[in-house]
């Protein structure tokens, strides 16, 4: 079992930056990919951002693709969105997600672990 916590977010201008962090607990959080999704008011849960965990942190929707950083730090067992030039269209409640050794990372229905989700607003 892994329980996922998210933290950052909050209220952030149109341009400025902020960082969200997940922190996992339980072990072999290496073997695990790690996926950030975002749901905006009426509308579907989306992929923002993954690391698999064969592979890199290189995954991104294209809404946010040279504005969006992902990274994990497996030592703190920890991964995080560095959130810059941010829109308005980008307020949302963010989710951090996880799957053991998981290669599809962009579809939710493949991620068993999900945080409780943290709210970013980006105001204009």
């Known amino acids: 079992q892994v329980q996922l916590v998210e933290s950052g977010g909050g209220l952030v201008q149109a341009g400025g930056s902020t960082r969200l962090s997940c922190a996992a607990s339980g072990r072999a959080f290496s073997s695990y990919t790690m996926g950030w999704f975002r749901q905006a008011p009426g509308k579907e849960r989306e992929f923002v951002a993954a690391?698999?965990?064969?592979?890199?942190?290189?995954y991104y929707a294209d809404s946010v693709k040279g504005r969006f950083t992902i990274s994990r730090d497996n030592a703190k067992n920890t991964v995080y969105l560095q959130m810059n030039s941010l829109k308005p269209e980008d307020t949302a409640v963010y989710y951090c997600?996880?799957?053991?050794?998981?290669?599809?990372?962009?579809?939710?229905?493949?991620?068993?672990?999900w945080g409780q989700g943290t709210q970013v607003t980006v105001s204009s």
């Open positions: 997600a996880a799957d053991y050794r998981q290669l599809y990372y962009s579809e939710e229905g493949f991620y068993d672990y």
């Open positions: 690391c698999r965990w064969s592979g890199g942190c290189t």
